[in-house]
């Protein structure tokens, strides 16, 4: 009996005795798992997983690179809106019928109509001396004063955003210490401006407001103030003033540009398609076909008046360089032999870059000694 037993318990007891060759492997396998082969394979697969995942995004973002120029060259409309970006409004939720809540107590908000079918939104701001007066004044003060001693300046903004932009409503604020009325306005398509964006309707838009304020401004000198693309649409205004010999009295350029094709190679949008094959094909071919030119550098040899170019160093949308680079242009032109040109840089220390020229506090000198004394006490 005792042997039986101690068979059956020796049977029993028989897994824990040297294993068979086959389970050996397979126990010792079991055994090493923790620090062995499977273990390696869990990171390696994630890792394949993860390169697999970025392989796949840097194809995608390949083929949309590639694709994008395609796209323009088909939808030209595209090009047009990118160079024109009215429909940036920023800042947003602002009431454009309430100059007031930019702190702007001293400015009437009116609407004109250049053409049949268009409608462009306006401010006046009146010179800061009349702001007692013009507290709850409507349009026909605001129109009369046009006519009062003190000069005018139409500004002429870049594109994106509207008349209220920040950085234009302190400018307005500066010119309207110093003793400016300032007009300005949204080209349509921009802000509460209705119409259709192009550079003719633009500079018409311009075109009609200049000769509204004329209208009112009796013999008060008027001079047009342009901003990045506004400077394009301040140049092809005043070579069509002085083309029917009716000029404005100065000509201010901030931040200008020589052409639109220029200015589009070098913006910073442009620098991941620069060096693309065939770049002025998709891009600058499709602007110019567009009907977009602001052509700055063959303007000014048309333009017969005094000529200002102010310009940051530091400038990165419209590099310096082709604010000099105008300047070069007009400087010896014939059209300007009786008139002064000018170009101010204003150091890349100073931050003012694209559009805070208006911060410098040599501003008002400069304006006084180009456009003349701000207390300008002209008498008819």
Known sequence: MRKRNESVTLEHERPAGPPEPGCSLRHSLRLARPHGEPAMKRPLGRRYGLWFRLRKLLI????????????????????????????????????????QDQGLNHTYNYYLQPEEDVTIGVWHTVPAALWKDAQGKGQPWYEDTLGSNYP???????????????????????????????????????GDSVGTPSERGMTYDALHVFDWIK????????????????????????RRLCERETPPDALVLESPFTNIREEAKSHPF???????????????????????????????????????????????????????????????????????????????????????????????????????????????
């Open 152 to 190: 005018v300046i139409l500004y002429l903004h870049g594109n994106a955003g509207t008349r209220g932009g920040d950085h234009r409503v302190e400018l307005y604020k500066v010119l309207s210490s110093l003793g400016y009325h300032v007009v300005t306005f949204d080209y349509r398509g921009w």
């Open 270 to 380: 442009s620098v991941i398609y620069r060096y693309f094959p065939g770049f002025d094909w998709f891009f600058l071919d499709t602007i110019t076909m567009s009907g977009i030119k602001f052509a700055n550098d063959e303007n000014v040899k048309y333009i017969s008046c005094s000529l200002l170019i102010l310009h940051a160093e530091d400038d990165p949308v419209v590099p310096f360089h082709l604010g000099k680079k105008l300047y070069n242009i007009a400087a010896p032109s014939r059209s300007f032999r009786d008139y002064k040109v000018q170009f101010v840089p204003f150091h890349r220390d100073l931050g003012y870059r694209h559009k805070y020229i208006y911060r410098s506090p040599e501003l008002p000198r400069i304006l006084r000694e180009f456009l003349g004394k701000s207390e300008h006490a002209h008498h008819h």
């Open 60 to 99: 995608w973002l390949l083929g949309v690179y590639i694709a994008i120029p395609f796209l323009v060259k088909i939808c030209p409309a595209i090009q047009v809106k990118l160079v024109f970006l009215n429909f940036v409004r920023v800042p947003y939720f602002i009431d454009l019928k309430r100059p």
């Open 215 to 238: 209208a009112r401004s009796g013999d008060n000198p008027v001079y047009i103030w342009g901003h990045s693309l506004g400077t394009g649409v301040a140049t092809n205004l005043v």
